[in-house]
């Protein structure tokens, strides 16, 4: 019951502007000592996005944070407020 494949994230900061593309792959932590799990992102607006795992990711949780990478690279990161299905 805690797994989770999808989060929306709100109030989100995008380091470098927000991407051109509306879906794009990318590596998600959503714990500070996670290791990067692999995912598509769907931009649904300049400061909220839906995040859905390869995995199903324990324990994703409003009020979190979920932080995007591409390799080395932050992307930005904003707060999970819905973690829609299993």
């Not at 996670?34 to 839906?50: G, H, K, M, W």
Request: aromatic share 6%; proline share 5%; hydrophobic share 40%.
């Amino acid at each position: 019951d805690l797994l989770r494949t999808q989060a929306t994230v709100d109030e989100f900061h995008w380091i470098n502007g927000v991407p051109s593309a509306s879906s794009f792959r990318c590596q998600v932590k959503i714990r500070y000592n996670q290791q990067e799990q692999p995912a598509t992102v769907t931009v649904l607006s300049a400061d909220r996005v839906v995040i859905q795992f390869d995995e199903p990711q324990r324990a994703v949780t409003p009020g979190q944070a979920a932080v995007l990478y591409q390799g080395e690279i932050v992307l930005g990161g904003g707060v999970i407020v819905k973690d829609a299905t299993r």
